[in-house]
């Protein structure tokens, strides 16, 4: 059984900048790891994923560029990175991985073997 443990959310103002990390507690040999976000009545989606041993990364169209999702594979966490923060940005992050297999696609689907807790990150205009 694997838990996952978020950190790094809070209260900013738009344009800041915040990095959320989340650690494992067993250790991953394969799969995909990465974030979703869920706004107060809206549905939960995909932000960002990256495979465990490959290291490649995807990122929803609507963070591209100001989002970005990175890996210490020997510290079990992986990290989101966020700048240039806007209110829409707004939402409950929340991390996830799907193990052992690196199927990207199910990963972003939501299809998720383990889920953080999540960790507020509200952006205030």
């Known amino acids: 059984q694997v838990q996952l443990v978020e950190s790094g959310g809070g209260p900013v103002q738009a344009g800041a900048s915040l990095t959320l990390s989340c650690t494992a507690s067993?250790?991953?040999?394969?799969?995909?790891v990465g974030w979703f976000r869920q706004a107060l009545g809206k549905e939960r989606e995909f932000v960002a994923a990256?495979?465990?041993?490959?290291?490649?990364?995807v990122h929803a169209d609507s963070v591209k560029g100001r989002f970005n999702i990175s890996k210490d594979n020997a510290k079990n966490t992986w990290y989101l990175q966020m700048i240039t923060l806007k209110p829409e940005d707004t939402a409950n992050y929340f991390c996830?991985?799907?193990?052992?297999?690196?199927?990207?696609?199910?990963?972003?689907?939501?299809?998720?073997?383990?889920w953080g807790q999540g960790t507020q990150v509200t952006v205030s205009s």
């Open positions: 067993g250790h991953i040999s394969d799969g995909v």
């Open positions: 990256n495979t465990w041993n490959s290291g490649n990364t």
């Open positions: 996830a991985a799907r193990v052992p297999k690196a199927w990207v696609v199910a990963f972003m689907s939501g299809s998720v073997d383990y």
